[in-house]
C-alpha cells in the first residue's frame, strides 16, 4: 500500500495564501507523476496541478499564474503554493499520486483529502 497524507488547508481571506503538502509513504520504487486535484461541493472533481518526475508541469488554466506545484523526490511529498486566492478556489483538495512498488507493482492512490476556505 502507498500512503498520501496531506496537510496545510484552512480558512483563508480572498487574496491570502496557503501552502498544501502531500508525503507518500509506503514500498515505494518510482513515482512517476504527483498532483492536486479539487472537488468543490456540488461539482465533479477537476485537476488542478500535475508534476512529472521529469519535471513537466500542468496547471488548470483557472489557476495558471496563481499557484505553483513542486516536488521533493528525495521526500517522495509535493507541494501547492497557492497565491491570490479567490472564493471560488475553495474546495477539498486531493493529492494524487502514480508509479510503482516494488517488484514493479504500479500503484494509483489518493490522499483523504484537506479542506481550503476562501472567504470573500
Known amino acids: 500500500q502507498v500512503q498520501l497524507v496531506e496537510s496545510g488547508g484552512g480558512l483563508v481571506q480572498a487574496g491570502g495564501s496557503l501552502r498544501l503538502s502531500c508525503a507518500a509513504s509506503?514500498?515505494?520504487?518510482?513515482?512517476?507523476?504527483m498532483g492536486w486535484y479539487r472537488q468543490a461541493p456540488g461539482k465533479q472533481r477537476e485537476l488542478v496541478a500535475t508534476s512529472t518526475s521529469g519535471g513537466s508541469t500542468n496547471y488548470a488554466d483557472s489557476v495558471k499564474g496563481r499557484f505553483t506545484i513542486s516536488r521533493d523526490n528525495a521526500k517522495n511529498t509535493v507541494y501547492l503554493q497557492m497565491n491570490s486566492l479567490k472564493p471560488e478556489d475553495t474546495a477539498v483538495y486531493y493529492c494524487?499520486?502514480?508509479?510503482?512498488?516494488?517488484?514493479?507493482?504500479?500503484?494509483?492512490?489518493w490522499g483523504q483529502g484537506t479542506q481550503v476556505t476562501v472567504s470573500s
Open positions: 494524487n499520486a502514480e508509479g510503482f512498488r516494488w517488484l514493479s507493482v504500479p500503484f494509483h492512490s
Open positions: 509506503g514500498s515505494i520504487f518510482s513515482i512517476n507523476a
